[in-house]
Structure formats: C-alpha cells, structure tokens
C-alpha cells in the first residue's frame, strides 16, 4: 500500500513542521518538570484512526472511498500551500533584510561623502583663512618693521585685501562664463539638430509635393515593345535606319 | 510649369487599369526648349531654365529644391539660374557667377528628369527614350547627355535632332530639313540613309543670335527705354516675321519708370531677316553637292522645323532668295515646330527592334 505509506509520511512530516521547538532549559525555566512524549508515529496514527473512524460511521462504503480521497487531497493541497507561504514569507524576509542591509550601506557611504565634502570645505576654507591672515600679518609686519604711519597701513592693508577679492571675483566669473558658455554650445547644437530636422522635413515635404503631381502616372498604349512590322512601308530601308541608329549608340553607350 | 498643353490618348488610363507596359519617350533636348511626345499621349514642353534656389530664405518661400521653366524664370531674382544647354549641348563655358561643371551637369541632368517627369511614366512600366540632339554634337556631350538621361529611364538612344524631324515626317528620301533652334540652324540633306557629316550643316546663327540683334536694333529704336533679354526673347516670339507685317508690333516699354508705347515692327523684321541669307547658303552647299540627277528633288523639298520655324513669313522669304541665287526652290514648314523633333524621335523609339533596346539597357 503505497498510498497510505506515502501519507503517512506526510502527515508525520506536517505534524512535524507544525511543532515548536523548545529545549530542557527551557522548559525548565518555565517551571516544567515533568513532560509526556508522544511519538510521531501514535500521532500520524491517531490521525489516521480518526478519520477512518468519522467516515466509517457516517458514510457508505463507496462514499467512504471517494470522500476520503478528496480529504486527503484536500489535506495535502493544505498542507502545500501552507509550505509555500512559509517558503515566501522566507523568501520576502530574506528580500527586506538584504534591501536594509543595502539602504544602510548607501546612507553610511552618503554620510562618508557628506563628511568628506564638508572636511573638503573646511580645509579649503582653513587654507584661504590661513594665507589670508598670513598675508595680512606679512603686510602689518612689514609696515610696522619699516616703522609707517596707519594710513599708509590701511592703504596696504586694503591693496591686499582688494587683490585677494578681485582674484575671488574672477574666479567666480570664470566659473559663470564656462557655464554661461556651456550653455550656448548646448543651445548651438539644438539649433543645428533643429536645422536639420528641418531641412529634411522640408525635404520629405518636396519629394511628397512631386510625388502628389506625378500621381500613378499614365499608362503607355502599348504593353510589349514594338518594333517595325513586316508589312510597314519602307521596312527594308527603315530596318536598315534603325539598326544604324543602334550601332552608333552601341559604340557610344558600350564601346563596342 | 510647361508651358504648353498635353493629352491622353485614346487608351490611356490614368492610374489604373495596366500593370505594366513600355513607354516610348521622344526628347527633343533644345537651348530654349524641351519636348516630349509619349506613347501614353502626353505632350509637354519645358524652357530649358533650371533654377536652383540661393539661399535658405528662397528655398523656404519655393518649398522646392529645383524649379524649371517658366516657374524659374518667373521667379529669377532669388534663384540660380542655369540654362544647361547651349547649341543643344551642355553650357561649359558660359558659367553663371560661382557656377561649376559640376553644377551645369546637374542642371542638365534635373532637365532631363524634369522632361521625363512630364511625360508622366507608371513606376510598373519601362521607359524606352530616344533623345534629339544637335547633329554636331561631340562625342563628350553625347556620353554626358546619355549619363544624365539613364538616371531617369531604362534604356535611351541618341539620335540627329534633323533626322528626327524627317523620320517624324517620314521625308527620309529627297528632302532637305532645317532645324532652327535657339543654339544652331541645322541643315540636314536625307537621301534614304542614315546621313553623314557631309550631309549636315550646322550654322551658329539661330534664335539667340537674332534676340541679341533684336536688342541692339531696340536700344537705337527706342531711346531711354529699358527692357531685358527675356522681354526681348517676348517680343520677337510674339511679333516676329518677314514680309509684310500681319500686325504692328507696338510694346510698351518703361522710359525713367514711366510705361512708354514704341512701335518695334520695322526691327523686328530686320531682326528677323538675318536668318535667310545664311540658311540660303547653307541649302546651296547641301545641293549644290548632291548628285546632279537629284538636285531639283532636293531643292523643292525644303522643310522648315524647330522654334524659329514660326517666324511668320520666313518660308516665302527663304523661297524668295532661293529663286533669286538658285533658281527656284519650294520650302514647306512643319505642322508642329514645337513637337517635330519630339515626335520623330518619339517615332523612331517606336520602330526601333526589342532586342535593340535590350542590348542597351
């Protein structure tokens, strides 16, 4: 009987996966002392036992069979989709745990680049801080070593001021040229797809234009080429004419 | 655009009903005109003007790369201007301002599109063309004007403008054609086979020549009046002739801005008659080198073809001189100056063998 074995593998199988695991310490924690063991097999058995029993009693022979097969359908279908689920919700766990772990790296790599710009900045900043002061106290140094009054202090004082200013504002405006020129370049070359977009159109809309006023064109009177008939007037001496009029236009088109 | 008329024929169905078929095209390829007579029944002419817009701003206000003839003209001022032939031959040396070979080519080849454009050929059919050009043309202006001409149709040939003419007429025996056109008079002598250069005559003096006397006659005739050589090209065809005058040729001409009335007969008429005495000379050397026997065959079988052809009065006058230095002649003009070289050529694609055009596509 392959069939019941095969069931009741998997209602050991089910009973199996449908249990909690615990451990001695555990239970004892909860203060267990004492546990009764069931084994797998009297329960697959009880199961079995019962189901034959309810349906002995309640149904004929022949319903018996038929109903339970669609029981034990139906309970494997059961027990499937509930192997399913569990596989997807697995599945999803796994998903969401691997997108946090990659959220959590791109805002740890985002904070490092934040960082950096900022440490960037600052030493930049420093930098300018520092030559500035240190060209200041160059001046002052200077002017008090060559013993001037303020004024001409201040007027030194200012000229350095002003020139590290002024290199500031060119900068700033070459910056704002690139960019400025950066922007026309971008425009000149959507000007010249433009133009030739519209050069083509302008093209289509010819060939459309001489295509309209030729139409299907007219059909010629004659379906096959013609040629001089025997019995034309003067065909001996046409056919002569003919033939010379090829020759020449032989040795022109073809050399020959 | 063209500038004159064209028609169907009788079983031509536009744009349905066959779903292939062999077009004939004659091209009469000329300096001032273009022709094409098509076996589907459409007749076109075109001035043979190219222009080509100068700059952005014209090309915007066309809305065309390219315009032709009359529409070219009409609107010269913002366009380049090319007439690509000259002596029905490509223009080299006569190059607009910055023009190159190149741009002439070009021009040529856009003609010779626009002409077959006109003769409205299906996309499903094959277009068989046969090409009028000058009976002296060279050999380099032949190649370029078959290179322009297979960028528009399958298979082309090129044949003398004069022999077109006279196949078109069926005149190919005892007969003397003169074509005159805005480049060069040609004389063409047919005796029933292909003619040779001893048969041909080709003289420079033709429509151009006889608007820039036009012009110079004008300026002593109509003091103070301004007028440009397209007027001048407008009043010779509207006026020209010989003989008699049919009408008084008054124009209005502007005087400092101010319309003026001027009477141009006389000038025109002098104008006019410079053609006749090189025409004349031209016959007395073609018959004057032909078999005796024949010789009054010939000199009665003058036929006269091409634009200039329709300056009123001209036959007799050429009849006149004929009989006063040659001792008589008959001169007869063709139906159609405008469509004889397209249409003898149109003929000519029409009797020429399949595998002939095949050989050649």
Known sequence: MPAVAGIKKNLADAVRKLATKTSVDQL????????????????????????HRTLRDRLLVGERAAIADATREEFMRLLRSNEELRARQERDAEEVNALRLEMQRLNQELAERIEAAHAEERSTWESEDERIATTVRTVVSAALREGRDAASLERRVLEVVMGLVGEERRTT??????????????????????????????????????????????????????????GEDDFARRQSLMAEIFAQNLKLQKGG | ?????????????????????????????????TSVAASNGVRESVLSVVGYPKDVVSKKLLKKDVVFGKEALEKRLSQRMHRPLAKGVFKYNELPDGADRGEIETAARDLIGEAIRMAQPRKDELVYAVIGV?????IHNKEAIL?????????????????AVAYGLDMLEDALIIDIGAGTTDLCRMHGTMPEE???????????HVDERLATLMKAACPGAAFSN??????????????????????????????????VTDVVKQACSMLVQPIVDGLRRLIGTFDPE??????????????GSMIRGLDTAIEGMMRREMGGGRVVHVDEPVYGGANGALKIAHDMPAEYWAQLR
């Open chain 1, 173 to 230: 405006l070459e910056a704002k040229a690139a960019a400025r020129d950066n922007e026309v370049e971008l425009l000149q070359r959507r000007i010249q797809k433009l133009a030739g977009s519209l050069e083509d159109a302008e093209q289509k809309i010819g060939e459309l234009a001489r295509t309209k006023d030729g139409g299907d064109g007219i059909s010629s009177i004659y379906r096959e080429v013609q040629g001089l008939a025997d």
């Open chain 2, 147 to 163: 290179g322009a001409a297979r960028a528009s149709v399958d298979s082309v040939m090129l044949c003398s403008e004069p022999f």
């Open chain 2, 198 to 208: 001893a048969d041909q005559v080709t003289l420079s003096i033709a429509g151009d």
């Open chain 2, 1 to 33: 655009m063209t500038s004159t008329t064209s028609s169907s024929g009788p079983q031509s169905k536009p744009g349905g009903g066959k779903d292939h078929g062999v077009l004939y095209i004659g091209m009469d390829l000329g300096t001032s005109r």
């Open chain 2, 134 to 138: 000058p009976a002296q043309a060279s």
């Open chain 1, 28 to 51: 004892r924690k909860q203060g267990v002392k004492q546990v009764n063991v069931v084994g797998l097999d009297r329960i697959v058995s009880f199961v079995e036992e019962a189901v």
């Open chain 2, 294 to 307: 024949f010789q009054h065959k010939l000199r009665n079988r003058v036929v006269l073809a091409g634009g």
């Open chain 2, 230 to 263: 397209q007027m001048v090209k407008e009043i010779k065809e509207r006026y020209s002739h010989l003989g008699d005058a049919p009408e008084r040729a008054l124009v209005s001409l502007p005087v400092d801005g101010r319309p003026t009335e001027f009477d």
